[in-house]
């Protein structure tokens, strides 16, 4: 049985920080390019930001401008989320991802990640109110 589990959502004030995990089971882990996403109140689910499998290439929306870091445990099987800074905008349900297909560049070079399977887990929920 696969599942991801997030953790780590709540409420916070404007400039705070939060970390979000994600813990994956039932998965061959280190083959999935693993993402975060959010989902606001009327809006669609947006991409956060994105690793790669061995975790060496990492990429993220537009409106993180730096705030945030993922990252990844090949060994624990987890992915992280690490959100500076947050701002009332950024109030949203985070959810983890195993599987989306990621297009990367880098040097000139254009590549995809992706696996056959494509996972999602429940979601958590981030308040960022003053």
């Known amino acids: 049985q696969v599942q991801l589990v997030e953790s780590g959502g709540d409420l916070v004030q404007p400039g705070g920080s939060l970390r979000l995990s994600c813990a994956a089971s039932g998965i061959d882990f280190k083959n999935y390019p693993m993402s975060w996403y959010r989902q606001a109140p009327g809006k669609s689910r947006e991409l956060v930001a994105a690793?790669?499998?061995?975790?060496?290439?990492?990429k993220y929306g537009d409106f993180v401008k730096g705030r945030f870091t993922i990252s990844r445990d090949n060994g624990k099987n987890t992915v992280s989320l690490q959100m500076n800074s947050l701002k009332s905008e950024d109030t949203a349900v985070y959810f983890c991802?195993?599987?989306?297909?990621?297009?990367?560049?880098?040097?000139?070079?254009?590549?995809?990640?992706?696996?056959?399977?494509?996972?999602w887990g429940q979601g958590t929920q981030v308040t960022v109110i003053s």
């Open positions: 690793i790669s499998k061995s975790g060496g290439n990492t």
């Open positions: 991802n195993a599987g989306a297909k990621i297009t990367w560049t880098s040097g000139g070079f254009r590549w995809e990640e992706r696996h056959e399977n494509e996972y």
